[in-house]
């Protein structure tokens, strides 16, 4: 028996099946860039693992008919945010 959280966005983090590799994209001059990371999280308490449905945890990346990414397919900041949303979902 484990007493850590259960942190689901690590299955989205660049193998994630449909959307963006990631809920946030850096594009620097430095010699090591990692472009896109996971800085915004779900976290789930050991305790409600049962009722979380990993199945329908995602990046969003559209809401409606409107694109949230720009040029090369990144956060674009004009329409939202830097940063994408979360969407997730618990049976409670």
Request: glycine letters at 8%; proline letters at 8%.
């Amino acid at each position: 028996k484990y007493r850590f959280f259960y942190n689901p966005m690590w299955r989205l983090f660049g193998d994630g099946p449909n959307g963006p590799p990631g809920s946030y994209h850096y594009d620097s001059n430095q010699h090591v860039t990692y472009y896109w990371n996971m800085f915004d999280q779900v976290l789930v308490r050991p305790s409600l693992i049962d009722n979380f449905e990993a199945d329908r945890t995602e990046i969003v990346d559209r809401v409606g008919s409107v694109s949230l990414l720009g040029t090369g397919s990144v956060p674009d900041k004009a329409v939202g945010s830097d940063h994408l949303p979360l969407l997730f979902s618990m049976r409670l």
